[in-house]
């Protein structure tokens, strides 16, 4: 185990203090050739010189051979990556007391300090020697060992990506691990270039994790920023309940503000448009479509429906959500007729197979979904419709179709509530903001005001000429 590892262990401050001749020097922090207590008087030119220079911790160990004491080399443990004087200094501070209680507990250069290593990642106690934690060539007096309590030292950053890892996979659907996954290597993959990897878990700070966030945000966008400080989160809300941290600090940093890209709504015009060429070009993908349309499925819970979830008889379909149980919905009778005789197929089969109904299609979710995309694509690019429509378009178009004809009859409140159960909405707050999102209510015709205001206008104008 490194030496900087071993420094950066939370250990106890309750140590002996030995009036025998020191084995080591204090250890002492090289702060760019400059004076850190009058810091706020230098210039800023001497204040980015101290900067530019590498600071770090140094000692000296007395050599067993010589008995004289001899310089060691200098640890940096990545606190030159660090920009501002305040956080190198409490750092190197941290590093400083960590490496004065190692050598009171006995860590020497010259020797074997596995046995050391092996206690400070356990939970126990030190024994340590006097002789072994000072040099004298006097006879030690007193024999007995010290006994020192040590706390449960923090595990590694691999350690603690590789637990999270194997919890997640049996807390998250298999799509969202995925993505977990993806997004967690992603930073795992940062934290080695940046060359803070080889430390324990307690070393990553708020102001790291910032660092990599800024970084996601400049490569790519708010959006995806945003959803690596989410599982970012996740991972030491993890750590934080099994008590590998003590806090979730990633859950303290802001959410940025992001435009969410928007699937339009179709005009009636071209919905029929079309629902019309799909009859002849794709008729699979027409009632692909048509779950989407009639039971505001979105195109992955399409995909995850099998033959045994379509009960033709009681007219229900079981749809497997995302993380919730599974939602109950009826088969309306304008899609009960657009579907083929089931009752020949194998109940375990995929409703939508690659070409056809009840097919085996060993192949993930994701993987299903951007199949029916991409052959959706072709008719978007016959249309010479852009990214702003999609498969999910469908869903909000025939959401918005039915919420105005609800309101034709109904008020604003009773043509919600009758709307919620169709959409699966779990709040009417949500569905609310959805109908905003979608522009699903609009105003009535407010010409005659405005006619009004024209007409009051122009009489004035004419009394005052």
């Given at each position: 185990?490194?030496?900087?590892?071993?420094?950066?262990?939370?250990?106890?401050?309750?140590?002996?203090?030995?009036?025998?001749?020191?084995?080591?020097?204090?250890?002492?922090?090289?702060?760019?050739?400059?004076?850190?207590?009058?810091?706020?008087?230098?210039?800023?030119?001497?204040?980015?010189?101290?900067?530019?220079?590498?600071?770090?911790?140094?000692?000296?160990?007395?050599?067993?051979?010589?008995?004289?004491?001899?310089?060691?080399?200098?640890?940096?443990?990545?606190?030159?990556?660090?920009?501002?004087?305040?956080?190198?200094?409490?750092?190197?501070?941290?590093?400083?007391?960590?490496?004065?209680?190692?050598?009171?507990?006995?860590?020497?250069?010259?020797?074997?300090?596995?046995?050391?290593?092996?206690?400070?990642?356990?939970?126990?106690?030190?024994?340590?020697?006097?002789?072994?934690?000072?040099?004298?060539?006097?006879?030690?007096?007193?024999?007995?060992?010290?006994?020192?309590?040590?706390?449960?030292?923090?595990?590694?950053?691999?350690?603690?990506?590789?637990?999270?890892?194997?919890?997640?996979?049996?807390?998250?659907?298999?799509?969202?691990?995925?993505?977990?996954?993806?997004?967690?290597?992603?930073?795992?993959?940062?934290?080695?270039?940046?060359?803070?990897?080889?430390?324990?878990?307690?070393?990553?700070?708020?102001?790291?994790?910032?660092?990599?966030?800024?970084?996601?945000?400049?490569?790519?966008?708010?959006?995806?920023?945003?959803?690596?400080?989410?599982?970012?989160?996740?991972?030491?809300?993890?750590?934080?309940?099994?008590?590998?941290?003590?806090?979730?600090?990633?859950?303290k940093i802001p959410v940025l503000k992001s435009v969410p890209k928007?699937?339009?709504?179709?005009?009636?015009?071209?919905?029929?448009?079309?629902?019309?060429?799909?009859?002849?070009?794709?008729?699979?993908?027409?009632?692909?479509?048509?779950?989407?349309?009639?039971?505001?499925?979105?195109?992955?819970?399409?995909?995850?429906?099998?033959?045994?979830?379509?009960?033709?008889?009681?007219?229900?379909?079981?749809?497997?959500?995302?993380?919730?149980?599974?939602?109950?919905?009826?088969?309306?009778?304008?899609?009960?007729?657009?579907?083929?005789?089931?009752?020949?197929?194998?109940?375990?089969?995929?409703?939508?197979?690659?070409?056809?109904?009840?097919?085996?299609?060993?192949?993930?979710?994701?993987?299903?979904?951007?199949?029916?995309?991409?052959?959706?694509?072709?008719?978007?690019?016959?249309?010479?419709?852009?990214?702003?429509?999609?498969?999910?378009?469908?869903?909000?178009?025939?959401?918005?179709?039915?919420?105005?004809?609800?309101?034709?009859?109904?008020?604003?409140?009773?043509?919600?509530?009758?709307?919620?159960?169709?959409?699966?909405?779990?709040?009417?707050?949500?569905?609310?903001?959805?109908?905003?999102?979608?522009?699903?209510?609009?105003?009535?015709?407010?010409?005659?005001?405005?006619?009004?205001?024209?007409?009051?206008?122009?009489?004035?104008?004419?009394?005052?000429?």
């Amino acid at each position: 185990m490194l030496l900087n590892s071993l420094l950066l262990q939370d250990v106890y401050e309750n140590v002996h203090v030995f009036t025998m001749k020191l084995n080591y020097s204090e250890p002492k922090i090289y702060t760019g050739g400059v004076d850190i207590s009058i810091w706020s008087k230098l210039s800023s030119q001497e204040k980015k010189e101290a900067l530019s220079r590498p600071w770090y911790i140094y000692y000296s160990f007395r050599d067993p051979k010589t008995e004289k004491l001899v310089r060691q080399p200098n640890i940096k443990a990545g606190v030159n990556k660090l920009k501002t004087k305040r956080d190198r200094y409490e750092f190197l501070r941290t590093m400083q007391q960590s490496l004065l209680k190692l050598l009171e507990y006995g860590f020497n250069p010259y020797k074997d300090n596995s046995a050391l290593e092996k206690v400070m990642f356990s939970k126990g106690t030190i024994t340590v020697n006097k002789e072994s934690a000072r040099y004298t060539q006097e006879e030690v007096k007193e024999k007995e060992p010290i006994v020192i309590p040590i706390e449960e030292i923090s595990i590694s950053i691999s350690e603690a990506i590789k637990l999270t890892l194997e919890l997640k996979v049996n807390m998250m659907n298999k799509n969202s691990f995925v993505q977990y996954k993806s997004r967690v290597g992603l930073f795992e993959k940062w934290l080695i270039e940046k060359e803070y990897y080889k430390n324990p878990i307690t070393f990553i700070t708020k102001k790291i994790v910032i660092d990599y966030l800024n970084e996601v945000l400049k490569r790519t966008s708010a959006r995806n920023r945003n959803n690596s400080r989410t599982d970012i989160a996740s991972m030491f809300q993890l750590l934080e309940d099994n008590e590998v941290v003590q806090d979730n600090f990633v859950k303290k940093i802001p959410v940025l503000k992001s435009v969410p890209k928007r699937n339009k709504t179709y005009t009636p015009k071209l919905e029929k448009e079309i629902y019309k060429y799909l009859e002849q070009a794709d008729s699979h993908l027409l009632l692909f479509i048509k779950f989407i349309s009639y039971n505001f499925l979105r195109p992955i819970e399409v995909c995850r429906l099998r033959i045994e979830d379509v009960d033709i008889d009681d007219r229900k379909l079981y749809v497997k959500a995302k993380n919730k149980p599974v939602k109950v919905k009826i088969i309306l009778e304008i899609l009960l007729n657009d579907l083929p005789d089931l009752s020949n197929k194998d109940p375990k089969s995929f409703l939508f197979g690659r070409f056809g109904i009840g097919e085996n299609w060993e192949a993930e979710e994701t993987n299903k979904r951007n199949e029916f995309s991409k052959r959706f694509k072709k008719i978007k690019d016959h249309f010479e419709l852009g990214t702003e429509f999609g498969m999910y378009s469908f869903r909000h178009t025939f959401i918005t179709k039915l919420y105005r004809k609800f309101r034709e009859r109904m008020s604003k409140h009773e043509a919600k509530s009758n709307l919620m159960p169709i959409t699966g909405h779990g709040t009417m707050v949500a569905l609310e903001k959805y109908l905003r999102d979608i522009d699903a209510e609009l105003p009535e015709d407010y010409s005659n005001m405005l006619y009004d205001n024209l007409k009051n206008e122009k009489e004035r104008i004419n009394e005052r000429g």
